[in-house]
């Protein structure tokens, strides 16, 4: 495991509320999501542009999402399997 190294950051109320938020929307702490925007943005060939560009695509298919019915994997699966049985019956 490797050494890891504590950084304190002090936040306006207001980015602090956005970071919350952002972090609660992928399913994880505050602090665990400031680690994970500051690691992609150290890496080498990191382009804001091009992150943002997938994040609003992301952000798109998370709303596109919100529109689907709801599915029952058990009934889609039966379904399937009677499909493969049938095959070929006519």
Request: proline share 4%; glycine share 6%.
């Amino acid at each position: 495991m490797s050494a890891t190294k504590a950084v304190t950051l002090r936040l306006p109320t207001t980015d602090f509320e956005r970071l919350a938020e952002k972090a609660r929307q992928s399913g994880v702490r505050p602090g665990t999501y400031a680690r994970m925007i500051l690691h992609q943005h150290l890496q080498p060939g990191y382009d804001a542009a091009t992150l943002d560009k997938a994040n609003r695509a992301l952000d798109r298919l998370r709303e596109l999402r919100l529109d689907l019915p709801e599915v029952d994997a058990v009934e889609v699966v039966r379904d399937g399997r009677n499909d493969l049985e049938t095959r070929g019956e006519v």
